[in-house]
């Protein structure tokens, strides 16, 4: 045997910062994730203490004042905050999601007016790509913008946009060439200062209720010229190359809401007793914890390699289209069934906000939903084997 044989082991720093972000968000976050569910409004301890402790968007680059923390070390972070918060882990998430088109496709001079306020912490970022009548099908937007003169003016609406209203920065698609298909989306950036940009009402969900999840308004929204990501025609291939890149955290957050649920419905039944004896004892339910445990395990070694695929830019994109899509599918769907057993195993005390598990189960829904639906996960994923 060799003690220093470093495959499948995970770096001291990564460690280190796991202990670091978990400290962190049991002392600073926990104490208010059922008061944010609650009351349905936006985690700002969970945004102060992963500003103060760099933790809010450790993904962007040392060039921009960034931590340039790598895509295993992102997911690590994410999913140690989800498993006391999933509305808080979307803070880190989504600020990746909504600045990974700049990081891939913009030019060094738009990253330089984005990404340095997202790594200090003064400013979050979303990403706008679903329209009421363009969610799996994307390519179906509304949305347009057209040049005039130095400026583009965009007009139209986007739905399911993650920390609307709370982002200063927003990643938009949309059209500038109807007759090109998905050729003629482009990609641009929007401040929430630009003129013709509103925010719209807060949608009413059945989980994530800390994250604000609204709509974005378009009317004649005049941005300068040198906000667009890239060529014109660009966007839907940037689009889809950052997906790639960010559904492992999305399973990077089911995951950590998963690994909640284990932990608190291992504690639960320990303690609590029936027919004279903890349940715990039992062998049923040693075998439920034994699954969850072992689903868990899985689920975290199919993110960590898709985050460190994805880091190293291995293969071709179609070859990391298929295990980040296989990543966010598999540990959204553990986290669902994950969640569900662990309300099982609190008995009817599970069926009540008294305990986390109700909350950890409706916040693993929306994992199985976003960033692509896991049917549409299964569609590239034999897109991928049959090509």
Known sequence: MDPSFETYQLTDEHNALREAVRAMAEKEIAPYAAECDEQERFPREALDALVKSGFAAVHVPEDYGGQGADSVATCIVIEEVARVCGSSSLIPAVNKLGTMPILLSASEDLKQQVLPSIASGEAMASYALSEREAGSDAASMKTRARQYGDNWVLNGSKCWITNGGESSWYTVMAVTDPDKGASGI??????????????????????????????????????????????????????????????????????????????????????????????????????????????????????????????????????????????KCYASDVAMEVTTNAVQLFGGAGYTRDFPVERMMRDAKITQIYEGTNQIQRMVMARSLLK
């Not at 040198?226 to 995951?255: C, N, S, V, W, Y």
């Not at 199919?302 to 830019?313: D, H, K, S, T």
């Open 186 to 327: 482009s990609a641009f950036v929007v401040h929430a200062d630009d003129p013709g940009f509103e925010v719209g009402g807060k949608e009413k969900k059945l989980g994530i209720k800390g994250s604000p999840t609204t709509e974005l308004h378009f009317t004649d929204c005049t941005i300068p010229g040198d906000r667009i990501i890239g060529e014109p025609g660009t966007g839907f291939k940037t689009a889809l190359r950052t997906l790639d890149h960010t559904r492992p955290t999305i399973g990077a957050q089911a995951l950590g809401i998963a690994q909640g649920a284990l932990d608190a419905a291992t504690d639960y039944v320990k303690e609590r007793k029936q027919f004279g004896t903890a349940i715990a004892d039992f062998q049923g339910v040693q075998f439920m914890l034994a699954d969850m445990a072992m689903k868990i395990e899985a689920a975290r070694h199919m993110v960590y390699v898709a985050a460190a695929r994805a880091e190293r830019g291995e293969g071709g994109e179609g070859d990391l289209g298929f295990i980040s899509a296989a990543a």
